[in-house]
């Protein structure tokens, strides 16, 4: 009777996975509680990062060892963020500026 109440408590659909957890009675379901136990302890996403990584890689791996650390950290920049409209007439100017 004492989870029947629980239940009719919580009309609330949860926003989270932590309060999904506190809802859920552990003894009449093990295994949803357990998913909701990994759920809250799966790390938040990491696909900039990864993405970011394996775009070195492939930028790296074509070029290799032919340039500067930091030629390299730009063309990977640019790479990642490919949305971001570059203005090849303002870098021309930009570099023509700068003594060689």
Partial sequence: KLWCTKIQRSR???????????ICNKDIYPN????????C??????????????????????????????????????AVHKNIKVDAEKVLNELALKPH
């Fill in 12 to 22: 609330k659909i949860p926003n989270t996975g932590l309060e999904a957890l506190n």
């Fill in 32 to 39: 949803i509680y357990f998913l909701f136990k990994v759920l």
């Fill in 41 to 78: 302890t799966l790390p938040v996403s990491t696909s900039l990062l990864e993405r970011m990584f394996s775009t070195l890689k492939r930028v790296k791996t074509y070029l290799r060892n032919t340039m500067s650390e930091n030629r390299l950290n730009g063309l990977d920049i640019l």
